[in-house]
T-cell receptor, first 113, second 114 residues
Framework: GENVEQHPSTLSVQEGDSAVIKCTYSDSASNYFPWYKQELGKGPQLIIDIRSNVGEKKDQRIAVTLNKTAKHFSLHITETQPEDSAVYFCAASYHSSASKIIFGSGTRLSIRP | KAGVTQTPRYLIKTRGQQVTLSCSPISGHRSVSWYQQTPGQGLQFLFEYFSETQRNKGNFPGRFSGRQFSNSRSEMNVSTLELGDSALYLC?????????????FGPGTRLLVL
């Protein structure tokens, strides 16, 4: 079955700097890759997603890139702010149902003031 | 529009007991999925319900079960609790659960088994 690996598990960056989180997946049939942000005491919230027919997608300070040949995708956050501190999860999906997605292990991002 | 709500938010049980968790999806959403989140295993899919029927199931033992009511509200039940069942249980809803449809998560129920 699908397996998603996520790195690093923890990341600390200076406020204003960029943060990059990387994920790899095993099943070449996967073609939908959402990213979730989970704040303390809350459930995961979708922040951006990418489909396999595009290589990059951007939404303000957040961007995601996808390399299908290498089977990896990355989340880029620029000009980081204190409110970006949270746990981020990547995920991969290829099933017909929205619920059949495999999550990465998560990255705890801390923004240093 | 109100988000996904889960009750209770916190629960303490002892081994061998059973527990029922409740999830109310966003109004109009008919697909409800359940996930278990633990530090060791991460986020794992339990099952999905749509129109009162279980449509998908993850790799969990039969002690984990669920149901969905006609108003799309869902409950999950864990019988004969084990220490390893301690986790954050998350519920997510989407319109009809179609491929690539956004799922909206609730805040979760934190279960501690002693």
């Amino acid at each position: 079955g699908e397996n998603v690996e996520q790195h690093p598990s923890t990341l600390s960056v200076q406020e204003g700097d960029s943060a990059v989180i990387k994920c790899t997946y095993s099943d070449s049939a996967s073609n939908y890759f959402p990213w979730y942000k989970q704040e303390l005491g809350k459930g995961p919230q979708l922040i951006i997603d990418i489909r396999s027919n595009v290589g990059e997608k951007k939404d303000q300070r957040i961007a995601v890139t996808l390399n299908k040949t290498a089977k990896h995708f990355s989340l880029h956050i620029t000009e980081t702010q204190p409110e970006d501190s949270a746990v981020y999860f990547c995920a991969a999906s290829y099933h017909s149902s929205a619920s059949k997605i495999i999550f990465g292990s998560g990255t705890r991002l801390s923004i240093r003031p | 529009k109100a988000g996904v709500t889960q009750t209770p938010r916190y629960l303490i049980k002892t081994r061998g007991q059973q527990v029922t968790l409740s999830c109310s999806p966003i109004s109009g959403h008919r697909s409800v999925s359940w996930y278990q989140q633990t530090p060791g295993q991460g986020l794992q899919f339990l099952f999905e319900y749509f129109s009162e029927t279980q449509r998908n199931k993850g790799n969990f033992p039969g002690r984990f079960s669920g149901r969905q009511f006609s108003n799309s509200r869902s409950e999950m039940n864990v019988s004969t609790l084990e220490l390893g069942d301690s986790a954050l249980y998350l519920c997510a809803s989407s319109l009809v659960g179609q491929y690539q449809e956004t799922q909206y998560f609730g805040p979760g129920t934190r279960l501690l088994v002693l």
